[in-house]
């Protein structure tokens, strides 16, 4: 037989899916399965952005603009006017999801074996993205017993070689819900600058802070114009993952005609998610504060319920809509496992993402789950009954070795 190529042989699996199969199998057998491992919330998009989708338009869906419809991104630029962010036409570049926007990004500032400094635990998918362009990720670990720190300025720096493109952060930050303050993304910002880098930031989760934590966008930042990339995406803004619609947005200008010829490759992105995405930004503000209050009540909820269970540690997240947790376990990812495979409830089960894909240090993450709270509190209710039963009977449970006091 042909033989396959060793990058889609290595490919990094994505701990948000790889047991989707293991999930099938046991909705096959009877077993309800509450899916807390990606993050697609339950609250209902505004439905009535998708009325009369295509009205006055053509009998059929055409190829539209590489960068994006023209409309789409005058509505995005308004967009950024709430965050106190003024952008140009030419600042934005529109593509199919936030995906493909860093993929772009990646394949735009480094070469093969060139190197990107990223905080972990990280958006998990960064690592495959990095597989797919030749990247380096270089880590900087935060643990969850310190509450998930963001690294100090100093540990950039250190990080730096004559190999480094740029550093890549979200904020806020998933899995671990940290929110970069202004100081601090000023700071790498300037560093970035002064050893000629990209700070790249994804911004996805711009509208899920929480408590008196304040999201400040990266385009707001001073005198570094060359150096800044955001990453954006509708998708969990508006709960419309599916339209695969997100953006590139950056002031250098000629990193965004680089781009543009990637973007003109793959013809143009969704024409109908894009028609979408135009009425969704420009929705009063009203809609995210209803969804963000809705967020606030299960996320308080989530951490009550955890707090109650043995050997369960974690750090309250600050934005964004996922707990990184860690548990008494001897394998996140056989723990996830067999919750799909050995593992009801009254005839459910609970679905979560395995800690170790977040990380690109090897052997982090191996005591760590990430959950999504995206489900009504009912939900999440008989997801932590799942969950503190499962704890319970798990046959690699990590006893605490207690030492004797001399």
Known sequence: MPTLSDRVVNTFSSPFRKYLPLAQEAKDNGIEVIHLNIGQPDFSMPIESMEDLWVDRQPFVPYGIAEGESALREAWIGY?????????????????????????????????GEEIIVPEPFYANYNGFAQMAGVRLVPLFSSIEDGFPIPA??????????????????????????????????????????????????????????????????MRLKNVNDHVIVIDSISKRFNACGTRVGAIITRNHELHEGMVKYARLRLSPPMLGQEFARRALQLPAAYHDNVRTEFSVRREYLLSRLGQMTEVRFHAPEGAFYLFVQLPIDDSDRFCAWLLTDF???????????????????????????LAYILDREKLGEA?????????????????VLVPTL
């Not at 009801?344 to 993450?365: D, N, R």
């Open 80 to 112: 950024y006017e709430k965050f106190g962010v003024k952008l140009g036409f030419e600042d934005l570049m529109v593509t199919t999801g936030a995906s493909e926007a860093i993929l772009f990004t990646m394949l735009a500032i480094a070469d093969p």
């Open 344 to 370: 009801s409830h009254q005839g459910k089960t609970v679905m979560l993402s395995p800690g170790t894909g977040f990380y690109a240090t090897p052997g982090k993450g191996k005591d760590e789950v990430r």
């Open 153 to 218: 300025l100093e540990s950039f720096e250190a990080a730096i070689t004559t190999r480094t493109r740029g550093i890549l952060l979200s904020n806020p930050n998933n899995p671990s819900g940290k929110v970069y303050d202004e100081q601090t993304l000023q700071s790498l910002a300037t560093l970035a600058q002064k050893h000629s880098l990209y700070l790249i930031v994804d911004e996805a989760y711009s509208e899920f802070v929480y408590e008196d934590f304040r999201f400040f966008s990266s």
């Open 384 to 400: 932590m009954d799942c969950l503190e039963v499962a704890l319970s009977v798990y046959p690699g449970i990590m006893e605490k």
